[in-house]
Nanobody, 115 residues
Framework: QVPLVESGGGLDQPGGSLQLSCEDS????????LAWYRQRPGEERELVASISMAHETDYASSAKGRFTISRNNRKSTMYLQMTDLKPEDTAVYLCHARRGSRAFWGQGTQVTVAL
């Protein structure tokens, strides 16, 4: 069973907004450092944003000022609020959880930005 499940992807126009969610089912969520990655067809998976157990955040340059990562440990859920979407944001977005040598991936949610 995949312990991380993403939702919230879809089709939006340039300039639009989407909120992605990543829900845990079985991890001690608060004990993991979390991140959002994305992967475009034919390209390497790239880090979009990360949030530590201490809620420290970091962003890829492409995401700074447009995306906001957050987590709610009581709900075992991580979020990615995306605004001012651009066609180059089109990708499969995956959540990632890491604690020491243990790491988990979700299966991804598709985000498509097009007219």
């Amino acid at each position: 069973q995949v312990p991380l499940v993403e939702s919230g992807g879809g089709l939006d126009q340039p300039g639009g907004s989407l909120q992605l969610s990543c829900e845990d089912s079985g991890l001690t969520f608060s004990a993991y450092n979390l991140a959002w990655y994305r992967q475009r067809p034919g390209e390497e998976r790239e880090l979009v944003a990360s949030i530590s157990m201490a809620h420290e955040t970091d962003y890829a340059s492409s995401a700074k000022g447009r995306f906001t990562i957050s987590r709610n440990n009581r709900k075992s859920t991580m979020y990615l609020q995306m605004t001012d979407l651009k066609p180059e944001d089109t990708a499969v977005y995956l959540c990632h959880a890491r604690r020491g040598s243990r790491a988990f991936w979700g299966q991804g949610t598709q985000v498509t930005v097009a007219l």
